[in-house]
């Protein structure tokens, strides 16, 4: 039996790899470390905010009054830097190389449209059903994530009886939808068919995205909502500042192209816009992996959230 093949992630893996090559030549372009003021070999395509240049005040005095040269320091950071790149490699190998697939089978479908189903968890026919709505650019089953990290097995045996909207790949008809198609039309629909096949409104819990498009259905229809769960949902785009969202929404031109050619907003694409966020995160969650025993528990769950993190899907155009 021929080896399965290396995964693909963590996607865009040129991207990751860039943005830690980019930290490393921002340190090598710094002839004396950031820490020497008014220094000459500092490179003026990196300019320093306020607190970074009390920072670099701090570590000259530091390194000042411990008789430190500034050579020195800068041989350590760029030696830490290395061992970070390294370990970065190493647990970017040792995830794609891990002997993990997921074998967990979906369970039966109450209904379906397009490519969308209506998965249903439920062991017995006269708990409280609530219907779950996930996000439309990941893979449903992160709530079904392993037979040990499933939220909606694990509310079944609580005599529950969980539904699981799985909204499925887009196809010809799905990369035309809008957020009324979606909303109005196949939700809306999702939610009948729960209500007729169980007998009465459900509760509905959105996960994450799929809070919001959850939150609509509740307002448009709450003859069939007796309530409504938002989980890890946003609702206040503000909070952080709109420093990003202005970076952001300044390479939203560029992806133009992308859009009109596919009808979609690429994987590829969605995945770098939440890179940006947080460049180095993805980085450091894989340094962290290295560390990991590959044989272990931890290492099996951060393989499977990973691999579902990186089986995203594509986002129609108009809803992008």
């Known amino acids: 039996m021929s080896a ?19 930290r490393a030549w921002a340190a090598l372009a710094a002839r004396a470390p950031p820490s020497a003021p008014g220094s000459t070999n500092w490179s003026t395509a990196w300019p320093r905010s306020k607190a970074g240049r009390q920072e670099a005040g701090r570590i000259a005095a530091a390194l000042a009054a411990g008789g430190h040269p500034p050579e020195a320091f800068r041989a350590a950071v760029l030696r830490a830097l290395m061992r970070q790149d390294a370990a970065l490699v190493r647990g970017i190998a040792a995830y794609r190389r891990h002997p993990y697939r997921r074998e967990l089978p979906d369970p039966p479908a109450l209904w379906t449209e397009g490519g969308s189903r209506l998965l249903d968890y439920g062991t017995r026919g006269d708990g409280p059903v609530v219907l779950f709505v996930p ?17 909606l097995r694990f509310l079944a045996g609580q005599g ?37 096949a169980t ?21 448009r229809r709450p003859e069939r909502v007796r309530a409504l769960a938002l989980l890890a949902t946003p609702w206040d785009f503000r909070a952080e500042g709109d420093a ?77």
């Not at 799929?210 to 609509?216: H, N, R």
């Not at 940006?276 to 450091?284: E, I, S």
Request: aromatic share 8%.
């Open 199 to 219: 007998g009465g409104p459900v509760v509905l819990a959105g996960y994450c995205m799929g809070g919001l498009l959850a939150l609509a259905a509740a307002l």
């Open 4 to 22: 399965p093949p290396l995964r693909r992630g963590p996607r865009p893996l040129p991207l990751h790899l860039g943005l830690a090559a980019m």
């Open 244 to 320: 990003r969202g202005q970076i952001l929404a300044g390479l939203l031109p560029g992806l133009e192209p992308l859009l009109q050619a596919t009808g979609t907003l690429p994987v590829d694409a969605i995945q770098a816009l939440f890179a940006w966020l947080d460049p180095f995160a993805v980085a450091a969650k894989f340094r962290a992996f290295a560390r990991l025993d590959p044989a272990g528990p931890r290492a099996r769950l951060f393989v499977a959230l990973e691999d579902w993190l990186n089986d995203g899907v594509p986002l129609a155009a108009a809803v992008a």
């Open 135 to 151: 996000s439309l650019v990941n893979r449903a089953h992160v709530l079904d994530l392993l037979p040990d990290h499933s939220m």
């Open 160 to 196: 529950l009886r969980p539904l699981l909207l799985d909204w499925g790949w887009p196809g010809e008809a799905e990369r035309r939808f809008t957020l009324t198609d979606y909303i109005a039309g196949r939700l809306e629909r999702a939610l009948g068919a729960a209500d007729a």
